[in-house]
């Protein structure tokens, strides 16, 4: 799972940070990407899934966070795409464990 972090913030919100440790502790990868780092990218400024090498999917949502559509997409070229923008970010990404040991050390 990837999360994407606003300008200036060191960590989600708090609410959001419980959710994430509670995922993290449970197995899920976790990993934060500064939304700083990607602005230049805006094609990677995007919500979106991949479910195995067979299909993708694609949120879209409005100006105030609310759904508009939500497209699955199972043509082998879809897939390609999404697999390609997961490895651009991965490329930006840190670690849940690596942000929570830089919180301990201070």
């Given at each position: 799972m990837?999360?994407?972090?606003a300008w200036g913030t060191a960590l989600p919100a708090k609410?959001?940070?419980q959710w994430i440790e509670e995922q993290y502790k449970r197995g899920i990868v976790i990993r934060l990407i500064r939304e700083s780092q990607i602005v230049d990218e805006p094609e990677l400024l995007t919500d979106f899934g991949l479910y195995g090498h067979r299909a993708t999917g694609q949120l879209d949502l409005d100006?105030?966070?609310r759904t508009l559509r939500f497209t699955l997409d199972f043509t082998p070229g879809a897939v390609s795409l999404a697999e390609e923008r997961w490895r651009r970010?991965?490329?930006?990404?840190?670690s849940f464990r690596e942000v929570l040991d830089r919180r301990a050390r201070g």
């Open positions: 990837l999360l994407l972090l609410v959001i940070c100006e105030t966070c970010l991965l490329l930006f990404a840190v």
